[in-house]
């Protein structure tokens, strides 16, 4: 990806180029919750606009596929426009429970989750920038994403 950023040190980076949808997708791991069943995460995704093979024309085409693929009934907190790194932005702020998973030997529990993502378009890239934690822990992180989105440079 062509940009830089901060995020907590002793948290974890991974970066994943997806094959059948085109994207890059960097996972910031964060502290597990204190039920141990999910993980605080900064997820950056990258796409390229659909004229270059991607599968998106818009910013707004993103964020609305976003909303439209959320697990059922989630609750659309706040949809507001912003700016990141001096680009316009979509800012969209949802809360949901995340149903329980079935393995063999395993089943987890529902889990609230609340999200707050952020779209835009830069040089024909299509940017999701996403903080996703449990939604009674989401309150502890909120400002190290803040530091994230402000630290976020693009480079040529």
Known sequence: ???????????????????????TQLTIKGPRNTDDTYTSAFVLRAYPVKKNGGRFESALQTKKNYTDHLYPDPKILSDTATR????????????????????????????????????????????????????????????????LLKSLRFNS
Do not use: C
Request: glycine share 2%; hydrophobic share 40%.
């Open 84 to 147: 990141v790194s001096n680009v316009e932005a979509l800012d969209v702020s949802a809360a949901y429970v995340a149903p329980k998973s079935f393995f063999k030997g395993f089943v987890s529990k529902a889990i609230p989750v609340q999200q707050r993502s952020l779209f835009f378009e830069k040089d024909e890239i299509l940017y999701q920038v996403m903080y996703t934690a449990d939604q009674r822990e989401y309150p502890k992180y909120i400002e190290e994403f803040e530091h």
């Open 1 to 23: 990806l062509k940009l830089s950023f901060n995020y907590p040190r002793i948290w974890s980076l991974a970066e994943d180029k997806r094959k059948i949808e085109t994207y």
